[in-house]
């Protein structure tokens, strides 16, 4: 069944980088007023908007800022209610690994959310896909916590509960330095 | 001209004629005003320098390191993020690229038997004070001759042992972007959840 998540490089795969953020979240000019749950929250509602684009600055927010990753990865396994969210979902991480060329910072961003995301989700032999397309010197240590936790045998959904009941603590960590992102934006 | 903060760069491209891109005077690099306030140190020989520096000043008093697609492998890249990345060292050893925080941390110490004088703390030495020819040395000697053990061994002071542990543990880096804050790693401590994980222990299989 996960033969259909595709991990390598496919050029094919372009993602288009929108405007931060759709009209329905105006975070742009209140960054530092928002509450850091509302904008995990705007960046995940664009991914819904957009499956085909990455929000600007997202990429740079999950590069800086553990917390904000932690946080937007739980939003993301909170949302999966039905089998069709979860493949969208899974469909969705894996396809921004596959546009990530090797070597690429963007290949270890993404690995980070696409391998807790899968792993989460009980499709290990994808996240170990996925990881092994790092190299084990750029491999950062949220990867190695995730390799640490498949060796253990820890299954997926125990996996899940930790991300999940980690969340309000990385939101507010997350509050607590998202001023030092706001001249992004 | 060093610059390791985004205030002295800043302060740098003010008092130049050209407020956005200016000389630093040292090897040719320069100092260029990016998008969103941020200041990048450029290597112009570099493909696609302007866009493209080793080091850029944040706003927010972190600084970013970027030596991709080989770059690392030049010495003088090496060297230039070292000095405007406050990094304590940057090196190469074995085809793998190694960097030293400022606030490094250092590994167990190892107290041995000095390799040089065997632990006696003396090592061989070579007699020539005396006057040539007049009076013997205080060895009896009227010549240059080598003396056993006749000085303090400069390697471990004369104390005969030596630490041969204590270095700086080195993080392996393959060039790929890195924030610094005062030449250490930003975000560089296992989150809770990283140490949720880390403390799981795997239930016993029957």
Same mark, same amino acid.
């Given at each position: 069944?996960?033969?259909?998540?595709?991990?390598?490089?496919?050029?094919?795969?372009?993602?288009?980088?929108?405007?931060?953020?759709?009209?329905?979240? +105006?975070?742009?000019?209140?960054?530092?007023?928002?509450?850091?749950?509302?904008?995990?929250?705007?960046?995940?509602? =664009?991914?819904?908007?957009?499956?085909?684009?990455?929000?600007?600055?997202?990429?740079?927010?999950?590069?800086?800022?553990?917390?904000?990753?932690?946080?937007?990865?739980?939003?993301?396994?909170?949302?999966?209610?039905?089998?069709?969210?979860?493949?969208?979902?899974? +469909?969705?991480?894996?396809?921004?690994?596959? #546009?990530?060329?090797?070597?690429?910072? +963007?290949?270890?961003?993404?690995?980070?959310?696409?391998?807790?995301?899968?792993?989460?989700?009980?499709?290990?032999?994808?996240?170990?896909?996925?990881?092994?397309? +790092?190299?084990? =010197?750029?491999?950062?240590?949220?990867?190695? #916590?995730?390799?640490?936790?498949?060796?253990?045998?820890?299954?997926?959904?125990?996996?899940?509960?930790?991300?999940?009941?980690?969340?309000?603590?990385?939101?507010?960590?997350? =509050?607590?330095?998202?001023?030092?992102?706001?001249?992004?934006? | 001209?060093?610059?390791?903060?985004?205030?002295?760069?800043?302060?740098?491209?003010?008092?130049?004629?050209?407020?956005?891109?200016?000389?630093?005077?040292?090897?040719?690099?320069?100092?260029?005003?990016?998008?969103?306030?941020? %200041?990048?140190?450029?290597?112009?020989?570099?493909?696609?320098?302007?866009?493209?520096?080793?080091?850029?000043?944040?706003?927010?008093?972190?600084?970013?390191?970027?030596?991709?697609? /080989?770059?690392?492998?030049? !010495?003088?890249?090496?060297?230039? %993020? $070292?000095?405007?990345? @406050?990094?304590?060292?940057?090196?190469?050893?074995? *085809?793998?690229?190694?960097?030293?925080?400022?606030?490094?941390?250092? $590994?167990?110490?190892? %107290? !041995?038997?000095?390799?040089?004088? $065997?632990?006696?703390?003396?090592?061989?030495?070579?007699? /020539?004070? *005396?006057?040539?020819?007049? @009076?013997?040395?205080?060895?009896?000697?009227?010549?240059?001759? &080598?003396?056993?053990?006749?000085?303090?061994?400069?390697?471990?002071?004369?104390?005969?042992?030596?630490? &041969? /542990?204590?270095?700086?543990?080195?993080?392996?880096?393959?060039?790929?972007?890195?924030?610094?804050?005062?030449?250490?790693?930003?975000?560089? $401590?296992?989150?809770?959840?990283?140490?949720?994980?880390?403390?799981?222990?795997?239930?016993?299989?029957?």
């Amino acid at each position: 069944m996960s033969t259909q998540y595709q991990v390598d490089y496919d050029p094919t795969i372009v993602f288009n980088t929108t405007d931060l953020i759709s009209s329905m979240y +105006n975070i742009v000019s209140d960054f530092q007023m928002d509450s850091a749950e509302n904008i995990v929250d705007a960046f995940v509602t =664009e991914f819904q908007f957009e499956p085909e684009s990455i929000p600007n600055r997202f990429i740079d927010l999950s590069g800086s800022s553990k917390a904000f990753r932690e946080a937007v990865t739980a939003r993301l396994l909170e949302r999966v209610e039905t089998l069709e969210d979860r493949e969208k979902l899974l +469909n969705m991480v894996t396809r921004w690994v596959a #546009s990530s060329t090797d070597n690429s910072s +963007n290949l270890r961003i993404f690995s980070e959310y696409a391998a807790a995301i899968t792993f989460a989700l009980e499709h290990t032999d994808v996240a170990v896909k996925i990881i092994k397309r +790092n190299k084990p =010197e750029a491999v950062s240590r949220s990867i190695w #916590s995730i390799v640490d936790a498949i060796k253990k045998g820890m299954p997926g959904v125990m996996y899940q509960g930790y991300v999940l009941s980690n969340k309000p603590l990385a939101l507010t960590q997350f =509050e607590g330095e998202k001023h030092q992102y706001a001249h992004w934006f | 001209m060093i610059v390791q903060t985004y205030d002295e760069a800043r302060n740098w491209l003010q008092g130049g004629r050209n407020k956005n891109n200016r000389p630093l005077y040292t090897i040719g690099l320069r100092l260029v005003r990016l998008t969103g306030g941020d %200041i990048g140190v450029v290597v112009p020989w570099l493909y696609h320098a302007q866009t493209n520096p080793i080091v850029t000043f944040h706003p927010n008093g972190q600084v970013t390191i970027t030596a991709e697609n /080989g770059l690392l492998r030049s !010495q003088s890249v090496r060297r230039v %993020i $070292k000095w405007y990345g @406050s990094l304590t060292d940057l090196y190469q050893k074995n *085809f793998n690229h190694y960097i030293v925080q400022q606030d490094y941390q250092t $590994k167990p110490q190892k %107290i !041995q038997r000095c390799r040089q004088c $065997k632990g006696s703390g003396k090592v061989d030495a070579w007699c /020539g004070i *005396f006057k040539w020819h007049t @009076s013997p040395c205080q060895h009896g000697e009227t010549q240059s001759h &080598y003396v056993s053990q006749g000085q303090q061994c400069y390697t471990c002071k004369g104390v005969g042992k030596r630490d &041969y /542990g204590s270095q700086p543990i080195a993080m392996l880096w393959d060039g790929s972007p890195l924030r610094l804050i005062g030449g250490n790693l930003v975000n560089n $401590k296992p989150t809770d959840l990283e140490k949720a994980i880390a403390a799981y222990v795997n239930p016993i299989s029957s």
